[in-house]
Nanobody, 120 residues
Framework: QVQLVESGGGSVQAGDSLRLSCAAS????????VAWFRQAPGKEREFVVR???????NYADSVKGRFTISRDNAKNTVYLQMNSLKPEDTAVYYC??????????????WGQGTQVTVSS
């Protein structure tokens, strides 16, 4: 079993930056794919970015060039650096582990989410 806890969300202005953290416990996540998804009010949960166990990354077109995912295996933590935030980035951000690609149903473990609100 893996427990995931997201943190780092908040309310910011457009153009600002935030760094989200996804801390895992119960088991190492260094050998598994980890992804970030987000869900805006009234919308379906959508893929944002993933990092593979070997360090490969895939980004949604909407965040490419602005968001960066990284992992610190020693801390069993994955980070999401979000720069140049836009109001359309407003959502609850979820960390997920033990998955495959960009499909949310492929991921076994989920965090509780952290709210990101970007005002114009």
């Amino acid at each position: 079993q893996v427990q995931l806890v997201e943190s780092g969300g908040g309310s910011v202005q457009a153009g600002d930056s935030l760094r989200l953290s996804c801390a895992a416990s119960g088991r190492t996540i260094s050998r598994t794919n980890v992804a970030w998804f987000r869900q805006a009010p009234g919308k379906e949960r959508e893929f944002v970015v993933r990092i593979t166990w070997s360090g490969g990354t895939n980004y949604a077109d909407s965040v490419k060039g602005r968001f960066t995912i990284s992992r610190d295996n020693a801390k069993n933590t994955v980070y999401l650096q979000m720069n140049s935030l836009k109001p359309e980035d407003t959502a609850v951000y979820y960390c997920a582990a033990d998955g495959g690609t960009w499909k949310l149903y492929e991921y076994t473990y989920w965090g509780q989410g952290t709210q990101v609100t970007v005002s114009s």
